[in-house]
């Protein structure tokens, strides 16, 4: 579900979030990602901050993220 396909608005988060995998700081990450995840049939949303390095370390084979800055 997403906001795309007539889901929820995307969750806003004020600050960056602590990395959910090793629990510091991402304020100055360059491989800072916001996770966003919804549960099915109701609009609850929780978000995760990551560094994507830790995040590719748990993903599943043939699963990665890309950081790009813009």
Do not use: K, W
Not at 2 to 27: F, N
Not at 33 to 45: G, K, N, S
């Amino acid at each position: 579900m997403s906001a795309v396909d007539g889901g929820p608005e995307p969750l806003r988060v004020s600050q960056r979030l602590r990395c959910c995998i090793c629990g510091d700081e991402t304020t100055d990450a360059e491989d800072y990602v916001l996770l966003t995840l919804t549960a099915e049939d109701t609009d609850a949303q929780q978000a995760l901050g990551v560094h994507a390095e830790h995040l590719n370390q748990v993903l599943a084979p043939g699963f990665s993220v890309e950081v790009h800055l813009m």
